[in-house]
């Protein structure tokens, strides 16, 4: 994977040109590509995902699919201003932060979603941003296949493993939940949304991410199946 920048206007993208460049071609991306409307104009939103920021599933070409993902604010924040950040510098900023975290793991071959494209748009001191990967066919969220009672033992001890990998090289996912463990259609487990999320030496932030994993588990499974439930993760983990 290549990463490389363009700029158009106010807005700054960085993209992997060895996906979306053609030999001696320009990269056949473009601010328009981070518009919702523009992808609604040429019928080829199939979909869309819970959450915050109401991510879309766009339909690419070549049998594959996005995900179109703008960067949203929470909590009491979002009442002065939902969609912008204080600029402190393109370097700075979440999206190319998080496109590149996530092309440096997903080059160490770890289940990551394949990074496409970020856009930053700058507004004076603020800026606006989003976030495009390839989605994973027929993925799931963890959180759904436990609230349907659908994860056995044996995917709970690879969700354990896979977090186990990530963390074996210095990921600390600050939201890791249910929601963001998606199990495929082969039953591999793959983490997104890395936002804000970085490498970092061995400490207690693991001990952390995997507090915060299992009161996100509560919220998904009958207090009776919570425990077996912990277990098996943490068996995982630990093999």
């Not at 495009?132 to 709970?156: F, M, Q």
């Not at 890791?176 to 400490?203: S, T």
């Not at 693991?206 to 299992?214: D, F, I, P, Q």
Request: hydrophobic share 40%; proline share 4%.
């Amino acid at each position: 994977m290549r990463l490389a920048t363009l700029r158009a206007g106010k807005s700054h993208i960085l993209y992997d040109a060895d996906s979306l460049c053609d030999a001696g071609e320009a990269p056949q991306i473009g601010p328009s590509t981070f518009d919702p409307d523009w992808w609604q104009a040429q019928g080829k939103i199939t979909g869309q995902a819970p959450g915050r920021g109401a991510s879309l599933f766009l339909d690419a070409g070549n049998g594959e699919e996005w995900v179109l993902r703008p960067y949203r604010r929470g909590g009491l924040v979002a009442r002065l201003s939902e969609a912008r950040y204080l600029w402190t510098g393109l370097e700075r900023t979440r999206a190319f932060r998080e496109l590149q975290l996530t092309a440096n793991l997903h080059a160490r071959g770890l289940p990551v979603p394949r990074p496409v494209a970020a856009s930053v748009t700058r507004h004076g001191l603020t800026y606006a941003a989003a976030l495009i990967t390839v989605r994973l066919p027929g993925a799931r969220a963890l959180a759904s296949l436990l609230e349907n009672g659908e994860a056995d033992d044996d995917l709970l001890q690879r969700v354990g493993a896979t977090i186990r990998r990530f963390h074996d090289v210095g990921l600390d996912h600050v939201d890791l939940n249910a929601r963001n463990l998606l199990v495929d259609e082969e039953g591999k487990v793959w983490l997104i949304d890395l936002d804000r999320c970085r490498l970092r030496g061995d400490g207690a932030w693991k001990g952390r991410n995997l507090k915060r994993l299992e009161s996100s588990v509560t919220k998904f499974v009958a207090t009776e199946e919570t425990t077996r439930t912990t277990e098996w993760i943490t068996i995982g983990y630990g093999s």
